[in-house]
């Protein structure tokens, strides 16, 4: 009898070992991100379902299960949906101001740089169609939510600089932003045709189309011309 009340005592603590650690195992994924890993950890599984869905297709719960963790889990860091769509919108600008200020980065020409700055634009925009969608449909909560407004302000700020080294005044000057107001409106359109493929009809390579477009002279004309010495 002692022998068999061995061995069920062996069988049991074997059992509850084997339970603690796969416990742990499976609390370990969630565990993990509570150092502030998750929210980022969601925000990138966003940016990569923007690749293929549609902003209102994205599923808060279904980040949570592709990241590893409960839907619970999620929601610590995301009240809802609207909240997740706003941090995302968020991230999209941040790397939209990177994308630019990288494409004129070591370029010294000030119309180079404007050129430059609005093929990064228009790339950006083709790149990533559902993620530049949600970034701009979220612009008028930016005076709710600072962290939009700030990265929504560093996306225009390489396009805004060069408009400014152009036209050799500040940024607060009239032409400046006029200039910069001009520029936006290009390259702004050009994304929506591009995306929708209406620049087809004109039967140029896209990048082509679009560097020589930019390139025009009237790109910035009599009135905001710089001025002359």
């Keep these: 009898m002692r022998i068999a009340a061995q061995n069920v005592y062996d069988v049991n603590m074997s059992s509850k070992s084997t339970m603690a650690a796969s416990a742990t195992a499976e609390a370990e994924p969630e565990r993990s991100y509570h150092h502030g890993n998750l929210k980022s950890s969601l925000i990138e599984a966003g940016i990569q379902a923007l690749q293929t869905v549609r902003p209102d297709e994205l599923s808060l719960r279904q980040l949570a299960k592709d990241v590893g963790v409960s839907a619970n889990a999620a929601y610590r860091h995301f009240a809802d949906?609207?909240?997740l769509?706003?941090?995302?919108?968020?991230?999209?600008?941040?790397?939209?101001?990177?994308?630019?200020?990288?494409?004129?980065?070591g370029v010294a020409d000030a119309q180079e740089r404007?050129?430059?700055?609005?093929?990064?634009?228009?790339?950006?925009?083709?790149?990533?169609?559902?993620?530049?969608?949600?970034?701009?449909?979220?612009i008028d909560r930016a005076p709710q939510e600072p962290e939009l407004a700030l990265a929504a302000s560093s996306g225009m700020s390489v396009l805004l600089e060069a408009a400014s080294s152009l036209l050799q005044a500040p940024a607060h000057d009239e032409r400046v932003r006029v200039a910069a107001a001009g520029c936006w409106s290009l390259v702004h359109g050009l994304?929506?045709?591009?995306?929708?493929?209406?620049?087809?009809?004109?039967?140029?390579?896209?990048?082509?189309?679009?560097?020589?477009?930019?390139?025009?002279?009237?790109?910035?004309?009599p009135a905001v011309a710089p001025p002359s010495h």
Aim: aromatic letters at 8%; charged letters at 10%; proline letters at 5%.
């Design 81 to 83: 949906k609207e909240a």
């Design 85 to 105: 769509l706003c941090a995302l919108a968020t991230e999209g600008f941040t790397r939209f101001a990177q994308a630019q200020a990288q494409a004129v980065a």
């Design 114 to 138: 404007l050129k430059a700055s609005g093929l990064a634009y228009v790339d950006f925009a083709m790149q990533h169609p559902s993620l530049y969608q949600l970034m701009f449909s979220r």
């Design 191 to 221: 994304s929506a045709l591009a995306q929708g493929g209406q620049l087809a009809v004109f039967g140029l390579p896209m990048p082509e189309l679009i560097a020589r477009v930019m390139a025009l002279p009237s790109l910035v004309g």
